[in-house]
């Protein structure tokens, strides 16, 4: 027994991009609606990919949605469409829809009345139209408003390296801080040992060798008995010392005449002899530790010691 053929009305026909009109390559969805569809309805529906032609796209295939479910029944409404897109401009005879519907073993089919559609072209004013050449892409002056916020970011970075660089340097002068100094006397005399190769005794390294000796001295002289050494002349350096008790009259003429020998070498450009080369360093180990060893007896004689 073949299922009767049962009217279920007109189909429907809506255009996904609306307008007054379709227009070529306008997308539609073209299907029909069900109300009061029982619960566990099989719907059948027909292959619409048949109908699609270079004319007449098919784009999607079938897709049955519910619009509305009535629990209190057991029925809901229903909506099922196909989308389809027109490439020519004319007029269109869209198929009959046919769905075929089974409950409790009962087969019906429902029959859709087709539609018809009218496909136009976008109107063209052949009297005033003009073409022109394809144009390249347009660029954009670039604004304040997009540049701010790498600007602003670049600032952020930059602050943000200085910061670390501030902190890394100041943990560097916390831990120096934190480290015991070495007394005046171990400075002068580490400093002195660089010297002690006869290889600076040669008369092209002699200035390095004097200049290196006599400013080791008066660094130590500097911190020892508070002159400001370095920046003396000879002259004006053995006149400040020349009441200090705890240098030697010896000490004090052997290193005045060392200094003198040395503005020699250093700005006479005078050669020196192995001989008074010779004498430098030990003179200078002499002077640095007599002067130490003084000041460590003073400290020991004084009250409380």
Same mark, same amino acid.
């Not at 299907?31 to 990919?49: C, M, Y």
């Given at each position: ?8 009305g ?6 996904l991009?609306? &307008?007054?009109?379709?227009l070529?390559?306008?997308? $539609?969805?073209?299907?029909? !609606? $069900? !109300?009061?569809?029982?619960? %566990? ?6 292959d619409?990919? =048949?109908i *699609? *032609? ?10 049955i ?6 629990k209190r ?9 196909? =989308? ?16 075929? &519907? ?7 089919? $429902? ?6 559609? +009218? ?20 660029k ?12 602003? %970011? @670049?600032?952020a ?6 910061? =670390? ?7 560097? &002068?916390?831990?120096? +801080?934190?480290? #015991?100094?070495?007394? #005046?006397?171990v =400075? @002068? ?23 290196g ?9 500097e911190a020892?008995f ?9 002259? !004006? ?5 020349? /009441? ?5 009259? /010896? ?5 005045? +005449?060392?200094? /003198? ?10 050669? @020196?002899?192995?001989?008074d ?14 002067t ?14």
């Amino acid at each position: 027994m073949l299922p009767a053929i049962v009217p279920g009305g007109k189909a429907y026909i809506k255009q996904l991009q609306p &307008r007054d009109s379709i227009l070529i390559a306008d997308q $539609l969805e073209y299907g029909f !609606e $069900l !109300e009061g569809v029982k619960n %566990g309805t099989l719907i059948a529906l027909p292959d619409f990919s =048949i109908i *699609s *032609s270079d004319t007449l796209t098919l784009v999607r295939n079938w897709q049955i949605d519910t619009l509305k479910n009535y629990k209190r029944s057991g029925t809901k409404d229903i909506k099922a469409s196909v =989308i389809l897109a027109p490439f020519e401009a004319g007029r269109y005879m869209l198929p009959q829809i046919f769905a075929q &519907r089974t409950l409790d073993g009962e087969v019906d089919t $429902l029959s859709f009345e087709a539609l018809e559609m +009218e496909v136009t072209a976008m109107p063209i004013d052949t009297t005033t139209f003009v073409p022109h050449d394809i144009k390249g892409q347009i660029k954009y002056p670039v604004t304040f408003k997009e540049v701010l916020p790498w600007v602003l %970011g @670049a600032i952020a970075l930059a602050a943000l390296v200085y910061l =670390i660089i501030m902190l890394v340097r100041k943990a560097r &002068r916390s831990s120096e +801080e934190a480290k #015991p100094k070495d007394p #005046p006397y171990v =400075i @002068a005399l580490r400093k002195l040992d660089r010297y002690r190769s006869n290889k600076y005794w040669a008369p092209e390294r002699q200035k390095i060798f004097y200049s290196g000796i006599t400013d080791a001295l008066k660094e130590y002289m500097e911190a020892r008995f508070g002159v400001d050494a370095p920046e003396m002349t000879t002259a !004006e350096l053995f006149d400040a010392l020349k /009441e200090e008790k705890d240098i030697s009259p /010896e000490s004090y003429a052997a290193l005045k +005449e060392l200094f /003198e020998r040395a503005d020699f070498v250093k700005f006479a450009k005078m050669i @020196a002899s192995d001989a008074d080369n010779a004498t430098v360093l030990p003179l200078s180990v002499k002077f640095v530790t007599d002067t130490y060893q003084a000041e460590l007896e003073r400290e020991k004689e004084a009250p409380g010691q």
